[in-house]
């Protein structure tokens, strides 16, 4: 019974955090202001730009991180180790030094030659303090996310199966497509929604990168931030329950389907 | 027919030496030898999945050391079988020949004729999973011998079975193996499995492999 009272009571205070969070944000704001922050025209921009930079962040994450944690997972190859670490960079560096790097990274001039001019004067494509900043920033941060739990899905996936497809007749790339990753499937629901959800809660590298500019550049975690400058803490408030609510829908769906990951 | 001379393997720490055996065409050959010497390791390198340090792997009375898994037409066993998970026993037959785009009659055919020879007929649209050892054993064969392939390699397909289904599996693949001519090399501890099956019997010891038993 004390081992029961002594892990019971630790881990409840944890519990009880989260509860009391979620509980005080719900108290703080009424129904009647909830909705009519949320009706803003600036927070539903933010709401639309958030949705659909989140879902390409997650599918290019998915697309990037399948191959790489693969490859991480069935081959010894010189510099594994390197690749292995630099994966795990954007996961470890503090938020705003990843969006100050990629700002440097667009603006470094080579010469006469910087890749944004480029980018926006041959190809007409800019990046810095537009959309594709917000979802290059996201993209930075969860496709690394992505990247982890392909590599632990394929190290559950018994590599024999593939190596007796190859004597089938398969490549190795058939292997892979028609016998790896069919199997995958759950792993890749899950890089794709750990990857939405850690796009959603980016903040650091878009304020940097993309910047905070309204109806332009600003997703719901910029909201809160702008709503908070401004000193209209009903309306931060609120973008941060609907966040919330955001984050509860992606991991419940991941519970449903049965990862195993949330176990 | 199979044929090492002298084949030297590396694998991680282990390796093995001038690895030189024979097995002639429609001969079933059984490999013995204590555990961690080296027999699944020669397995993986006659069908491309290990590659050789040096020396020449014959099949058919072709060189195939440098050749990819695929091209050698080799049918191959594993001890944990390796059966994919995300398709039906009937995929399971299907896929080998599929890959080879054969016309779908002819797969229809030789599924058709495969399944009942293997006694799994009425398996065809099972997933594999609850599927028992003995069937699983024979989804694992069929597969292996779909593409009608000259040369079958198992890898103590039969260890995990018991008594009773490990010999009726026996018969089974005598029969087939007798009915297809394919040459065989099956790796196992059972001296029972080796009498009731070889007619030739390879021991792996030291680093060597001799023959133990010629042919009866």
Known sequence: MPFFLVMGGLSSSFILLIVLLLAADLVFISPHEFKAALLKPEIQAAFRLTLISCTVAAVLSVWVGTPLGYLLSRYRFPGRWLVDTLVDIPIVLPPLVLGLSLLILFHLPIGNWELEAWLRDDVGFPVTYRWPAVILAQFSVACAFAVRTMRVTFDQINPRVEDVARTLGCTRGQAFLQIALPQAWRGIIAAATISWARALGEFGPILVFAGATRMRTEVLSTSVFLELSIGNLDAAVAVSLLMVAMAVVVLLLLRVLGTGLTA | ?216
């Open chain 2, 1 to 216: 027919m199979i044929e090492l001379c002298n084949v030297s393997i590396t694998a991680g720490q282990f390796s093995l030496q001038q690895i030189s055996f024979k097995v002639h065409q429609g001969d079933y050959g059984v490999l013995m030898g204590q555990t961690g010497r080296g027999k699944t390791t020669i397995l993986e390198s006659i069908c491309g999945l290990r590659n050789v340090v040096s020396g020449e792997i014959f099949v058919r009375d072709q060189n195939i050391t440098d050749w990819s898994p695929g091209d050698r037409e080799i049918g191959y066993v594993p001890q944990d079988l390796a059966l994919f998970p995300t398709l039906s026993v009937q995929a399971h037959l299907e896929f080998a020949l599929k890959l080879r785009k054969w016309p779908s009659k002819d797969i229809a055919l030789r599924v058709s004729k495969l399944s009942k020879t293997l006694g799994i007929g009425h398996l065809l649209k099972r997933s594999i999973s609850g599927l028992s050892g003995g069937e699983r054993q024979r989804v694992a064969l069929g597969r292996a011998l779909s593409f009608r392939p000259s040369v079958l390699l198992l890898d103590e397909p039969f260890s995990a079975l018991d008594e009773s289904t490990r010999t009726e599996m026996h018969v089974l693949l005598r029969a087939v193996t007798e009915s297809t001519g394919v040459t065989t090399l099956h790796v196992t501890h059972s001296n029972e499995e080796a009498e009731a099956l070889a007619n030739r019997r390879f021991i792996l010891q030291d680093g060597v492999v001799s023959e133990a038993v010629q042919a009866v």
